[in-house]
């Protein structure tokens, strides 16, 4: 592993040897697409898209999200720029390998392309997942391997859902909405139990809300609300605009509840605030979109 990090920091001094500040602020705002642009872009393919794809993209986020986090922790590896000083200037948090933003980006948009079966899509998806795993190596915040190991857990999470996601979706359908939900607050757990095994990143646990709040409302959702799906331009926009402001103020202001000091009420909080933000984003604003006669009738 030490000769792959060596041969990888020489390939970043290499590529930042040619850095320029056009490309550095072109790059700075791609590899941002494969972080807090999830929040904006996750909601418009659940809420303005398609409802049933969007939520399978998101379910399938935050799986990745959970065996990142997990792969992160157990290997510990550190980042490029802490290993040469020459490497920067940008700086991120955490581990390494594998890389988040490479890996999640890979999932959402490849499940968006294979949803959509259009060939511009699909060039336009690979290009995106192409320049988001290159801006890491670019900005120096993540060694090449990284970017490889996160698009190949990306491909293997893919595969399995167009391989079983129906077959999953079809079995968890008889099952009732009781134990759909169940099933959802066990998997949020596992995210838990990563944490407590391999206790170094907390967002597991946050992780783990979203999961929650987000698989159960999908549950909620099919089976007493009706799914926003389809609909005229100005609807899906203003479906968008509704769901968005009350996500974006929930963010702001319960992050302000979150104490500094990480007991058991931290992690508590933490859960329950994403949790709350996961049943918006699937249940939350789709009985919103109802009520306002923003959903079309089937």
């Known amino acids: 592993m030490q000769a792959v990090m060596a041969w990888g920091i020489d390939v970043i001094l290499w590529i930042q040897s040619m850095r320029i500040p056009v490309t550095d602020a072109f790059f700075r705002a791609v590899t941002q697409l494969g972080g807090i642009g999830h929040l904006w872009i996750v909601p418009a393919l659940v809420w303005s898209l398609s409802y049933r794809m969007g939520a399978r993209v998101l379910i399938a986020m935050l799986v990745s999200a959970g065996i990142n986090f997990g792969l992160k ?23 390494g390998i594998p890389s988040g933003h490479a890996q999640h980006t890979a999932v959402q948009w490849a499940l968006v392309a294979a949803w959509a079966k259009r060939p511009w899509l699909t060039g ?8 988001i795993g290159f801006s890491r ?18 491909a293997a999470l893919v595969w399995l859902q167009l391989r079983y996601g129906a077959e999953l979706e079809a079995a968890l359908a008889k099952l009732g909405t009781p134990r ?10 596992l995210f838990v139990l990563i944490y407590l095994l391999l206790p170094k990143t907390t967002w597991l646990v946050g ?24 609909g005229a331009g100005w609807q899906r ?17 319960a992050g302000g509840w979150v104490p500094e000091v990480h007991n058991t009420a931290y992690f508590a909080i933490i859960y329950a605030n994403c949790a709350v933000a996961g049943f918006w984003i699937t249940a939350g604003a789709p009985a919103a979109f109802q009520a306002l006669r923003l959903t079309p009738a089937p």
């Open 73 to 95: 922790d157990l290997f510990a590896q550190p980042r490029p720029f802490e290993l040469e000083p020459r490497i920067g200037p940008d700086r991120e948090l955490g581990y």
């Open 124 to 131: 336009a998806a690979a290009l995106l997942i192409f320049l």
């Open 137 to 154: 190596i670019y900005l120096g915040v993540h060694f090449p391997s990284d970017v490889l190991a996160g698009w190949g857990i990306a």
């Open 180 to 189: 759909q939900i169940a099933l959802a607050g066990a998997g949020s757990l």
């Open 207 to 230: 992780t783990g809300g979203l999961f929650f709040g987000a698989a159960g409302g999908v549950a909620l959702c099919l089976r007493w609300l009706r799914p926003p799906e389809r």
């Open 237 to 253: 926009l203003l479906r968008y605009v509704v769901g968005m402001v009350p996500l974006l103020l929930w963010a702001r202001v």
